[in-house]
C-alpha cells in the first residue's frame, strides 16, 4: 500500500507550477505573482482525487548553471523534491518555444529514473494545443497540454497521474493519526529556517544570511518517537508599516494563519538583538490566539556570557513582557545544536498541558482551595459569591466560573485565580481563559 504518493512539479521560473499547485489544493497555500523566482522552498500539500490521496510539492524555478545565492539553492530544492518524488511533472511555458533551461532540465527529468508527464502549461484555448508540437524536441513522449489559471484539462492530467503510478482505489491511504502542528515565527533573519532544518536533521528550508530568504510557510511532516509533527517554517514578520511589496504582505498573512492553525507555536528571537517591539506584538498575537507557546532567545552561542547572564537575559524579558513568566524560555544555537534536542520535549509537554480536560470534582477542590486562602472580595458593596465550576472547552483550556456579580469580579482576583490555578495544575505554555457568568 502506498502513503500518499509524491508528486513533484518542476519547471523553470514562472511557467505556473504554484498557480497548479494553487488549483489542485483548492486553496492559496503558494504566494503566486507575475514577478519570477516568488517560490524558493519545497511546498507541500495533499489533496484528494477519485478516492486516491495524492501529495504535491511546489518547487522553486530551476535555473540551470547559475551561481546566484538563490538561484543555486532553489535548485538543489529541487533537486531534493526530484529525488524524493514518485512522478514529476515537468512543467513549461506553452506560449514560448522551449528554452535553453527547458532542454537542460528535460534532460535531468529523463536521467532522474523516475515517471514523468511534459506539462504544456498557458494554453488556454484549442488554439493554442497546436504549440504543443515544438515541445516533442524535448524528448518526452507523456505530454499534456493545461491552463493551470483556468483549471482547463487539469482533470485529465490528474487521471494521467494515478494512470501513470498506476494506482487503484485502495492503494493510497490517508494518515488518521493526531499530529502536532507547530509553528516557527518570529522577525525576519532570526534563524527560523535554521532552526527548522536543526529539528528535522536535514536541508528543507533554504538557509541564506539575507533577511526575507524565506517567502512562503512551509509545511513538513515529521515523525518524533512515533509521534507525527508538523512543522511549519515561516517567514518573517515585519511591521506593516514596514512592509513594502506584496509579496512580502502576503508572506506576512501566510505567517499568521500558521499561527491560526497551529496548536503550538516556537517564537524565536535573536540573542544579539534582544526582545524588540515587534517580538512583544508576535508573543501577544500567538496569547491572543490562545495557542501553546515556546520562547527561543537563538543565537545564544555569539553571546559572550558567564554563569549568570541567562538568568539576568530571562528575568529581563520577563520584566518587559510579564506574560512570558507563564511560558517556557530556551536559549539555544540553531546552528551549533546547542539544546535544539530540548525543543521538541518542551514543544510536546506545552501541547499535552493545552489538551488537558479536568472533572468537575478537581475544580471545585481547586476553587475551595484557592477561595478559602484569599476569599472572594465585596466589590462595591456586594458580596461575591463564585458558587460552581466547570471546564467548557479544551485546546485551548476555558474554565467557566458561576457567580452572583460576574461583572464585578475585579481583574486583580482574576489574576490571583488564574496564578493560583497555575500552579495548581500544570499549565506551562499555555494561554488560561476563566470566564466568569452569572449562575
Request: some cysteine; charged content about 25%.
Amino acid at each position: 500500500m502506498i502513503n500518499q504518493p509524491l508528486i513533484a512539479i518542476v519547471g523553470r521560473p514562472n511557467v505556473g507550477k504554484s498557480t497548479f499547485f494553487n488549483r489542485v489544493l483548492k486553496t492559496r497555500k503558494a504566494i503566486v505573482d507575475a514577478q519570477e523566482g516568488i517560490t524558493r522552498d519545497r511546498i507541500y500539500g495533499t489533496m484528494d482525487w477519485v478516492g486516491h490521496h495524492l501529495t504535491f510539492v511546489d518547487t522553486g524555478g530551476y535555473i540551470p548553471e547559475d551561481i546566484d545565492i538563490f538561484n543555486a539553492a532553489v535548485r538543489r530544492q529541487a533537486q531534493m523534491a526530484i529525488e524524493e518524488a514518485n512522478l514529476i511533472l515537468f512543467m513549461v511555458d506553452g506560449t514560448e518555444r522551449p528554452t535553453s533551461s527547458d532542454v537542460a532540465l528535460a534532460k535531468f527529468v529523463r536521467e532522474s529514473g523516475k515517471p514523468y508527464i511534459l506539462v504544456v502549461n498557458k494554453c488556454d484555448s484549442l488554439e493554442h494545443d497546436e504549440q504543443l508540437i515544438h515541445f516533442y524536441e524535448l524528448g518526452i513522449e507523456s505530454l499534456l497540454p493545461i491552463s493551470a489559471l483556468s483549471g482547463r484539462l487539469t482533470g485529465d492530467l490528474l487521471d494521467a497521474v494515478i494512470d501513470k503510478l498506476k494506482l487503484t482505489i485502495g492503494d493510497t491511504e490517508e494518515r488518521g493519526e493526531e499530529i502536532l502542528h507547530l509553528a516557527v515565527v518570529g522577525m525576519p533573519n532570526v534563524g527560523k529556517s535554521s532552526l527548522t532544518n536543526a529539528l528535522l536533521q536535514k536541508e528543507q528550508t533554504i538557509v541564506t544570511p539575507i533577511a526575507g530568504t524565506t517567502r512562503d510557510s512551509i509545511d513538513t511532516r515529521m515523525r518524533w518517537y512515533n509521534k507525527d509533527v508538523m512543522i511549519v517554517d515561516t517567514a518573517g514578520m515585519r511591521k506593516k508599516a514596514k512592509v513594502k511589496e506584496n509579496i512580502e504582505f502576503y508572506s506576512n498573512v501566510r505567517a499568521l494563519q500558521s499561527i491560526e492553525r497551529s496548536d503550538v507555536s516556537l517564537v524565536l528571537i535573536d540573542a544579539l538583538k534582544g526582545m524588540g517591539k515587534q517580538d512583544k506584538m508576535i508573543v501577544d498575537h500567538v496569547i491572543k490566539k490562545k495557542k501553546g507557546m515556546v520562547f527561543i532567545v537563538n543565537k545564544w552561542d555569539l553571546i559572550i556570557k558567564d554563569s549568570n547572564t541567562m538568568q539576568e537575559f530571562k528575568e529581563e524579558m520577563v520584566y518587559q513582557f510579564k506574560s512570558l513568566e507563564h511560558y517556557p524560555l530556551l536559549f539555544v544555537s540553531a546552528i551549533t545544536k546547542q539544546r535544539v534536542s530540548k525543543i521538541m520535549d518542551t514543544v510536546w509537554n506545552v501541547y499535552q498541558n493545552r489538551q488537558q480536560k479536568f472533572s468537575t470534582r478537581q475544580l471545585n477542590d481547586w476553587l475551595e482551595r484557592a477561595t478559602g486562602q484569599n476569599p472572594p472580595p465585596a466589590p462595591q458593596g456586594k458580596g461575591l459569591k463564585i458558587k460552581f465550576i466547570i471546564q467548557v472547552h479544551s485546546a485551548p483550556p476555558i474554565i467557566a466560573l458561576f457567580c452572583n456579580y460576574p461583572k464585578l469580579v475585579p481583574v486583580a482576583y482574576q489574576r490571583y485565580l488564574e496564578n493560583h490555578f497555575r500552579e495548581y495544575f500544570t499549565m506551562d505554555g499555555v494561554p488560561l481563559t476563566l470566564s466568569f457568568r452569572a449562575k
